[in-house]
């Protein structure tokens, strides 16, 4: 037992009873001092000014620990003390004097007080109480970090050393709460960064011992157990590099979520994940207008669709960072949506959600529920979105994706929603698929709504998210997690990716662009292998491509092309004040009435599962579409 007590380490409990006890004897000191330093210790004048003297004990006294009390300074733990509770003292403090001068020249103008009082003591206990309040808590401050930072050595054989890549105001947090708390099991020995002004300097006294390019050499000299990336700015490339260096030397290491997963949330150790596909593909992070956004969401009621799947479950996340007056939540999957539904209730607990089941085929009940929470800004994101699978479910595809999509626009333009804002896919570029089709004849209805009626509605087109229900990175990490083989469709496929958060922040910042008829294109950057991705996620859980994990190749699937595109051939784009945010230049001229007839065809096709008329009818209502032309769905499997 007793060497259980040693092994702990000593941690001071100041209570705010002793905190009170030590102000009043500061209170008495500083009253005193003033006089004292404003008659310059001579002690003929001390005595002719004593009763004042007293009299601005007394009073302080009484008013000062009052003051302090209402300011809530013996109610802080001040071993934690930061700014704010700096901030705090300042104004406390400066309250509580000024109540206390109000109080002394009243009394003298009354002839209570002796006979003078030098105007400038006040000033100067001001200046003391100041000195003395602040210098009390932030001592207690010190001597608790003092012994939280010399834990008993048989306590700092465990701790973890850590090296911080980054040294900037993120890697500074994180050593900051490294060194607060032994709990954490972590000691950091260095920071590594690019910056040359950082180099040879010391940050909370942890120095910065090299830059990126240094690490395999830092990890050859160093006594490391842990390297932790902490820039959440970093692009993929840093982080590649950190994990490529680290896995060769056998180090562990992890990082800090990229800044769009921080959106909403604080740099912290809690944060700290390993490094996952998603943090090897990020792009350095573009501008923030959030001005914008917050004018187009903020005091706003907002409906999103699907809001129980990926991209709908980001959009409600960032979308209740902007405050809006109501958040509604439709899906057709209970369970995601009441997933959705907790998670935001406790993120923001103070903001009206209403979770609502429903499937967007049905008009009348979509028609009831824009009637009942009468939104303002609508987000559509609800859609089926397997490619392979809807090959097999063409009705289905129909079903949902048109005649859903056609449900939510009519809804809209009935209920004068200001703003409608439609996810679409790069699929829909010359679709060659049944997915692809039918989001580009969704796409088709809200611009053809748009165009008819003058409101902002618009579509955001982009490609695949990282992480995303039924998609590739999900599968493979689940074969690797069986041993194998990861299955590829072809070696030379290839797709545009983004992470979940990135493609839904740049959605915001194209909805509150949009002035109607818009198909907004996000800049994906450049098009990833997925054998490359796969060989990623494979050395991400520890083990080598061919050697542990086969990976087995086996063609390509019905609707597949080998790449993606985002425009047709033959359009351009433009660009916009976001430059991640592209415009189309061609405004996709369409006729409502004949797309109305050719919706209700499919519409009677679908309910008569007539899927060869669905697929002819598509590729002749389309722009360029070929999806006649893809492999029967039961030559190639589905996954």
Known sequence: MD???????????????????GDLILIIVSALGSFALRLEMNADFFRYYFQGALWLVGIALVVKPLVYYLFGLYRRIWIYASVNELKLI??????????????????????????????????????????????????????????????ITANAGRMK??????????????????????????????????????????????????????????LDTHPVDEVIIAIPTAPGRVVRLVSDVCRLKGIPFRTMPGIYELIGGKVSVNRLREVDITDLLRREPASIDNKLIGSTLSGKRVLVTGAGGSIGRELCRQIARWDPAELTLLGH????????????????????????????????????????????????????????????????????NVVGTRNVVQAAVTHSVERLVMISTDKAVRPANVMGATKRLA???????????????????????????????????????????VTVTHPDMERYFMTIPEAVNLVLQAAAMGQGSEVFLLNMGQQVKILDLAEDLIRLSGLEPGRDIEIVFTGVRAGEKLSEELWEDHSSFLPTDHPEI??????????????????????HLAEQGEREAIISMLDEIIPSAAVHSTLPPDITSII
């Not at 007590?5 to 009170?20: A, G």
């Not at 923001?348 to 009468?374: C, E, G, N, W």
């Open 3 to 21: 060497e259980k007590i040693k092994r702990k380490k000593i941690r001071p409990q100041v209570r705010n009873r002793f905190v009170l006890l």
């Open 90 to 151: 300042a104004a406390a403090v400066t309250v509580a004097s000024g109540l206390v001068s109000f109080a002394m020249i009243g009394l003298f103008m009354l002839q209570v007080i002796g006979p003078g009082l030098p105007r400038t003591v006040l000033a100067i206990d001001w200046i003391l109480s100041l000195i003395f309040v602040g210098g009390l808590r932030f001592l207690i401050r010190m001597l608790g970090e003092n012994q939280n930072g010399t834990p």
């Open 161 to 218: 050393r850590v090296v911080v890549v980054g040294a900037g105001d993120a890697g500074a947090l994180v050593v900051r709460e490294m060194q607060r708390s032994n709990m954490l099991n972590l000691s950091p020995i260095g920071f590594l960064d690019d910056d040359p002004a950082k180099q040879k300097h010391q940050i909370y006294g942890v120095p910065v011992i090299g830059s990126l390019d240094n690490l395999a050499q830092v």
């Open 333 to 400: 999957g209970e369970n995601s949506i009441f997933e959705t539904f907790l998670e935001l209730k406790e993120g923001y607990p103070s903001l009206a959600l209403h979770p609502v089941i429903a499937d967007v085929r049905d008009s009348s009940r979509l028609a009831t529920i824009f009637k009942d929470h009468h939104p303002q800004v609508v987000f559509h994101a609800a859609a089926h979105k397997h490619v392979p699978l809807m090959e097999v479910n063409v009705e289905e595809a129909i079903t949902n």
């Open 443 to 485: 796409e088709m209805i809200v611009l053809d709504a748009a165009q008819h009626t003058g409101c902002a509605f618009t579509v955001v087109r982009f490609g695949n998210v990282l992480g995303s229900r039924g998609s590739v990175v999900p599968l493979f990490k689940q074969q690797i997690a069986r041993g194998g083989p």
């Open 582 to 603: 592209f415009r189309s230049q061609e405004d996709e001229q369409v006729d409502g009435q004949q797309l109305e007839v050719a919706i209700n065809a499919l519409q």
